[in-house]
């Protein structure tokens, strides 16, 4: 299984965080109604489902590379101003379009810089937001020191490094590498409640997402190891529950 291919598994593990992004994120573009938007990286239908709920566009349409991904938010997502095409971020169609948003997606673009000139190109506003992953999104934060601890060697996997521009000095950068004169950061932050253990670690079980598909790829033993190192690190209460916090930046410019 593609790290990037059941709809499903990925909304267990960190599609519904995105969600409650998401709602933060449309409110902050504050756009008028009636406009058009694309939805590039759509994924599971996340950030097109807050835009159809709160912003009353004309249409969306959503675009992903993830056949998986498109027909989850299909099947979901049935709100006829909307609509779905499979799309790499280098296959943008030509708009023009009122608002091109990107969530959670800027950092899986290798040509990241090109994608923002295009979106740039093609929309009059532009938006994304990114987990920050060296810092507060500690649902992910948690298990990669853990795992820095339990397996050294594989260091590179940790997305806090991978991903090291997702910060608001980092978007800033790219969007003014990409030409846009004028930059709006803010950072966002959400809850992410688990009732227990097994209800944050599960999900990581799933195989979506970096830090699944990485753990999926490790034997029994060295995820057991794994498994209790995170354990012994979350902020376990006395009823079992673990209350946390998922941090995003958003980037917001006008072409």
Known sequence: M??????????????????????EFVAWL??????????????????TSAILRTADPASVLGVDPSAGFVEYARKTVTDERASFEVRSAAELPDGPYDAVVAGLV????????????????????????????SDGMELMRYFFDAMIEVRP????????LRFAF??????????????????????????????????YWQPFMGGQGVA???????????????????????PIEADGTIRL???????????
């Open 212 to 234: 699944p598909a990485y753990l999926r790829a490790l034997d029994e033993s060295d995820q057991l190891a794994l498994r209790e190192a995170v354990r012994s690190r979350l």
């Open 153 to 160: 060697q594989d260091r590179e996997h940790d997305e806090g």
């Open 166 to 199: 997702c910060t608001a000095q980092g978007l800033d950068g790219l969007f003014s590498e990409a030409g846009f004169t004028t930059v709006d950061l803010r950072e966002i932050d959400v809850p992410t409640e688990f009732a227990s253990f097994d209800d």
């Open 2 to 23: 593609s790290e990037w291919s059941s709809g499903e598994i990925y909304e267990s593990y960190v599609g519904r965080w995105s969600r409650l992004v998401a709602a």
């Open 106 to 133: 800027l950092n899986f673009i290798p040509e990241r810089v090109e994608a923002l000139r295009r979106m740039r190109e093609i929309g009059s506003t532009v938006a994304v937001y990114v987990w920050d992953y």
């Open 245 to 255: 916090k998922a941090r995003a930046w958003a980037a917001k410019a006008v072409s």
């Open 30 to 47: 504050d756009q008028p109604t009636g406009l058009r938007w694309l939805d590039v990286g759509c994924g599971t239908g996340a950030l």
